[in-house]
């Protein structure tokens, strides 16, 4: 099930003070409505019995994989979805938008074992709202879905940490770049660039640009270089910084 660890941490809105959480549960009428999607049977299960405790959170159903959440979603509306990120058949982040466009006013919370700098990136751009790792506490798990219900957004502390350190370090090396002009990227590498701040993984951008993957890889790894960069979230805030692109 899902062991103890550090407490999660709200990003970016401020945790409520002392109280708020009890006031704003009584302040409502109807319990939280939960979708759990996880292809681990057993983990559903132990999910289910531990937020059957919890008088304001209901289960209302639950989904094996991207492909029968977005189903599941579409069905029962449900004002949180807490779903795995990698699952057979269609993935958690590749869910999102979907589920955002059956039921718009779904919440979506990644709950995996995935510490990958990459996922939480491309989470939060296909529309999650919280991001936590499977080794927070039971306790957690109820408090962040009653967080992100109320309008806040949940990331476990480790994954902040990362986040934390790659923007200072993207902040330190934007001030040194300064004293240099920037690299001139070529027009593939535009669109590849262009491609990647959209989300899509690499498998997607090779067809939309009729290229093989392996090509793809190579623009993406000479974007990096050229930029001084180390990933492709640092590459996404250069080019907006820049105004390469925009992304509304």
């Not at 407490?7 to 009890?22: I, L, N, S």
């Not at 890889?217 to 907006?240: D, F, G, P, T």
């Amino acid at each position: 099930m899902v062991d103890s660890f550090g407490p999660v941490m709200p990003m970016p809105d401020a945790h409520p003070g002392p109280g708020a959480e009890e006031e704003l549960r009584e302040r409502r009428k109807e319990p939280i409505r939960v979708l759990v999607v996880d292809d681990h049977a057993l983990f559903r299960r132990g999910l289910e019995i531990v937020l059957a405790q919890e008088e304001d959170i209901q289960v209302v159903g639950e989904a094996a994989d991207g492909a029968e959440a977005v189903d599941k979603a579409a069905d029962l509306l449900p004002d949180i979805v807490l779903m795995d990120v990698r699952m057979p058949k269609r993935g958690g982040i590749e869910a999102c938008t979907s589920i955002k466009e059956v039921a718009p006013s779904a919440k979506i919370i990644m709950l995996t074992i995935s510490d990958e700098e990459a996922d939480l990136y491309d989470a939060i751009k296909a529309g999650a709202t919280g991001y936590l790792l499977k080794e927070i506490s039971t306790d957690e798990v109820s408090t962040a879905i009653r967080a992100v219900a109320d309008g806040q957004s949940q990331i476990s502390p480790s994954m902040a940490a990362k986040l934390l350190t790659e923007f200072k370090s993207m902040i330190q090396r934007t001030d040194e770049s300064k004293l240099v002009p920037a690299p001139k990227l070529t027009d593939r590498e535009l669109e590849v660039l262009k491609l990647v701040a959209t989300g899509m993984n690499n498998r997607d951008i090779a067809k939309e640009l009729f290229i093989s993957e392996n090509t793809v890889k190579n623009h993406v790894r000479n974007i990096l270089e050229k930029l001084q960069l180390h990933s492709r979230m640092e590459a996404v805030v250069y080019a907006m910084r820049e105004k390469i692109l925009e992304i509304r």
